[in-house]
């Protein structure tokens, strides 16, 4: 099964530091038409919009409905989730096989997602007027009491759950970390984190488990280590191909992260 990943949108009416980040999006859905149209699903991982308005959703939208799958996304901290549900419906369990084929592609904001390779959960670390996160009571519940169907788990989060050296992001980051880890170790079946809001491309291990953070469509966050001050750069963007498969009960989770804005200067080796 494979998916595609992408994250922080950051959609604008208008140009955002010299970017067109409406026509990013729409050259990235059409870089996943011509070479990853295999995906069942996509998962933006927040902040969709730079600054919340129907107009900027309504754009997202229709962008990412010509992804021509499902579309799942989630709150970031420059979202508005009660406008966002306007335009990608609420949900709290969504299973990937009853999504009906043939129809204009669903635009959802689930809770859960199930798959038969594994279940998807979507934590919510949207706060209202802060740009760090925070994961709720409510779903670190969910966290912690673990799959229903012996599934192994990913889970969804706009905010990275690790310190990034990146001292300016890491003010904003999530605050109760900590209590995510708590739940995670408790549930033993979660086998990954998908995030973005750093605007950085970081895989790695956090509390022994595999996190991938993706580097944003629209601008990258500088790795200015010191200093309280955010520091933008332009570098290529990204989205991810995932592929899951599940060998001899063990699940196998492979990011390929594609560069959609360079020219396509392929050769025979
Ligand atoms: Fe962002």
Known sequence: MKFIHLTD???ALEPLYGIDTRERLERLAAHVRSRADG???????????????????????EILRGLDMPVFVLAGNHDDPQLMQEFFAP????DLCGLTEGKRPALLAPQ?????LFEAVFLNTHQDAAP??????DDLARVREGGREGRPRLLF???????????????????NAHELREAIEAAADVAGIFCGHLHRTMTGL???????????TAHAVAPELRGAVMKGV??????ALVEVRCDCGKLTVLSQTMRFTEPDACFCL
Do not use: Q
């Open 112 to 116: 859960l997602l199930r798959t038969p």
């Open 132 to 137: 760090s996160g925070r994961v709720r009571a």
């Open 206 to 216: 956090w509390a022994g488990i595999p996190v991938w953070c993706l580097r944003s």
């Open 234 to 239: 332009l570098e290529a963007p990204e989205y």
């Open 157 to 175: 989060m706009h905010h990275a759950p690790f310190a990034s050296g990146i001292a300016a992001m890491d003010a904003a980051g999530l605050e």
């Open 9 to 11: 949108t950051h959609l």
């Open 39 to 61: 995906a069942a699903f996509a998962v933006v991982t927040g902040d969709l919009v730079n600054r919340a308005s129907p107009k900027a959703y309504g754009a997202a939208a």
């Open 91 to 94: 949900a709290s369990e969504v």
